[in-house]
């Protein structure tokens, strides 16, 4: 923050107004402190995939259009599982009966109904201490993911207690819905737009094509974008590798 705040004073006073526990891991109460993952980033280029190389214009209307699209069938999905009378969303259920299976062959030993506290064995013969008043296992599956672990649901099933009270809130059908319940209307006609009114943005010079042929990728590369396998060229005449048909020296031969 100090670094940040020499750079630019009124980056560290937006930084400062955000609430600490919303982009900092270490202020996060331990949930996901040390797990460092690029999953928001993978999704965005999920979203946005074959969009890299298109023109700006374009490039905004395939984003529209997708977002569009994501929208409608996550709403869809939404209503119909609140008609449905569905309580989680169907990653949750999905995950839950699993841990349920896997609870049924754990032992339970009680040390204090009013506190909750247990003692878990699994069939493996891992034990985990557990306390349902205060939500937390020693696996810290339940903090991190936000629904109840396998030792949790076996301690409520112990005690008749709904595990499904360890779900957090943001797992709900309607708060699902409520996420994708934003819309997006109709673009229209290029014809029934308002009149512009100011420069004109042309591309950089640097961007600019100053010959024929494919332009070259900018894009830093990595292991992902070695093809596997491919080691060097091949000859489809000889089958020799080092080099192809048009240069075999063996092409008279075959």
Known sequence: MKTIGRINSEALQWLEAIPF???ALSHDGGRR???MTTNISEVFNSVLKGACSLPVTALVQLTFFRLNSYFVARRELGANRLASAEQFTPYVDAHIQGRVVKADSMEIVL???????????SRSGR????????????????MIYG??????????????????????????????????ASL???????????LYDGPTIGPPESMQRMG????????????MDVREGITSIK???????GHNRRSCKNRNQV
């Not at 985990?128 to 020693?138: D, G, S």
């Not at 997006?184 to 308002?194: K, L, M, V």
């Open 33 to 35: 402190y040390g797990l």
């Open 235 to 241: 000859c489809g005449l000889c089958k020799q590798p």
């Open 147 to 180: 629904f109840p672990c396998s030792h949790i649901i076996a301690a409520c099933q112990h005690s008749n207690v709904d595990f499904h009270l360890f779900v957090e809130g943001y797992y709900t059908t309607q708060s699902y819905y409520d996420t994708w």
């Open 127 to 142: 034990t985990h201490r557990l306390n349902l008043h205060e939500k937390k296992c020693t696996c810290g599956k339940t």
């Open 111 to 121: 040390y204090d109904h009013v506190k909750g506290l247990f003692h878990v064995k």
């Open 212 to 223: 024929s042929g494919r332009p070259k990728s900018t894009r830093l590369h990595n292991e």
């Open 184 to 194: 997006f209307h109709p673009i229209f006609n290029e014809d029934e737009w308002p």
């Open 21 to 23: 526990q919303l982009w």
